[in-house]
């Protein structure tokens, strides 16, 4: 009961005075639809940056989030295989409808600048990395086949990785990832709504179900940590409502509506410390 009562403490507290300096976030992200997994994409080019670098040079705002070392750090490390899955999520659900030339962009190399930070991580925690199961689904999606049984052993792979950690830091890992998500989708969505950058866009929706993926996958008994995956499963079903198609011109989600859920699934995980 003790810590029920200070994990819904907490949450209160973010209701009433907003999280981590959050202002405009009250009464975003409040709702009752849950955006579907899977999104039609019709494959056409739309206005803003479809380009991005299949084999490195990721987006600014995913460095800038690194509070840490990977190798130690266990929130840093969750993180990054978030974004990594995210990604996949990304070119999974483009390539799927036919938006092959922007999928593309979302497949990642063992030599992608995110694998790359990644590696040494990888190896001090004694783990076999995946460069092979990101090297096979590369070559199938450039062979334009059926990608699926490749896409399913990357995923393997990196719950494999992830598996050590515990709930609470499972849930600061997702907060941190879909605090990226916030971040990716403020530089792909203008005020107005419009897109003007759809690779950014493209990310924040791969960031935001491998979050769900993530949680989906966690398993407790304890009826804390059970209420806590809850709340964050039900904040980043909130934010996922912003995305309708993969290649949109507009958007009616707001960032701040992920940035509060980023908050939010933090204050949930601390409330188990």
């Known amino acids: ?54 084999e490195g040079g990721e987006g600014e705002s995913e460095n800038a989030a690194a509070s840490g070392d990977p190798s130690s750090d266990d929130v840093e490390y969750l993180r990054l295989l978030g974004l990594v899955r995210g990604h996949l999520i990304a070119f999974l659900e483009l390539y799927n409808s036919g938006a092959t030339e922007m999928a593309m962009t979302h497949v990642k190399h063992p030599e992608s600048e995110l694998y790359t930070s990644l590696a040494p991580a990888v190896e001090a925690r004694g783990k076999p990395g995946f460069a092979a199961e990101l090297s096979a689904l590369a070559a199938a999606a450039e062979a334009g086949g059926d990608v699926s049984d490749a896409f399913s052993d990357v995923i393997s792979a990196l719950s494999l990785h992830a598996g050590d950690a515990g709930v609470a830091a499972q849930l600061l890992g997702v907060s941190e990832i879909v605090r990226t998500a916030a971040d990716e989708f ?53 934010s996922l409502d912003a995305f309708h198609s993969l290649t949109a011109s507009e958007s ?13 699934i933090e204050i949930a995980a601390r409330g188990l410390l």
């Not at 955006?35 to 056409?44: C, F, N, P």
């Not at 009616?252 to 939010?264: D, L, Q, W």
Request: proline residues 0%; negative net charge.
């Open 186 to 238: 403020d530089i792909g969505v203008e005020e107005d709504g419009t897109i003007s950058n759809v690779h950014e866009y493209q990310d924040a929706f791969g960031f935001l179900v491998a979050s769900r993926e993530i949680l989906s996958g966690l398993a407790t008994s304890d009826v804390n940590e059970a209420e806590a995956i809850d709340i964050a499963q039900e904040q980043i079903s909130f």
């Open 1 to 54: 009961m003790t810590r029920r009562l200070k994990l819904m403490t907490g949450l209160s507290t973010v209701a009433a005075a907003g999280v981590l300096g959050l202002a405009g976030c009250g009464g975003e992200g409040e709702g009752e639809s849950e955006a579907s997994s899977s999104l039609s994409g019709d494959g056409q080019t739309v206005s803003g940056e479809a380009e991005g670098d299949s």
């Open 252 to 264: 009616e989600g707001k960032a701040s509506t992920i940035y509060g859920a980023a908050a939010r």
